[in-house]
């Protein structure tokens, strides 16, 4: 079993920054794929980034939802099993509980999207962006 915990949301005004962590135990996650998915009042959960392994020499693939590509950087620490969410030039559009989620594998890059995808879940983290 695969426990995930998230920390780093909280409140930031417009332009500013926010680093979210993801903490794993249970399972060593460093072939994981692992992403991040967020959701507003109101509205259904959405993608907002993903990092898998690809299985050669080039390492870790990221991807990305087209609302926070160049602003959002995913990344992580195999040796602390710990995946992070950089967010910079934060929008009040982003205020949002932000999820973490973790599978063994997802075959494809673009199914990386998708909350089926995933088994494990975090219980979120509040994100606010005031104007």
């Known amino acids: 079993q695969v426990q995930l915990v998230e920390a780093g949301g909280g409140l930031v005004q417009a332009g500013g920054s926010l680093r979210l962590s993801c903490a794993a135990s249970?399972?060593?996650?460093?072939?994981?794929?692992m992403g991040w998915f967020r959701q507003a009042p109101g509205k259904e959960r959405e993608f907002v980034a993903a990092?898998?392994?690809?299985?050669?020499?080039?390492?870790?693939?990221?991807y990305y939802a087209d609302s926070v590509k160049g602003r959002f950087t995913i990344s992580r620490d195999n040796a602390k099993d710990t995946v992070y969410l950089q967010m910079n030039s934060l929008k009040p559009e982003d205020t949002a509980v932000y999820y973490c989620?973790?599978?063994?594998?997802?075959?494809?890059?673009?199914?990386?999207?998708?909350?089926?995808?995933?088994?494990?879940w975090g219980q979120g983290t509040q994100v606010t962006v005031s104007s």
């Open positions: 990092i898998g392994w690809s299985g050669g020499w080039s390492g870790d693939i990221t």
């Open positions: 249970g399972r060593t996650l460093s072939s994981y794929c």
């Open positions: 989620a973790a599978a063994p594998t997802i075959p494809t890059m673009y199914r990386m999207r998708f909350i089926r995808e995933y088994n494990y």
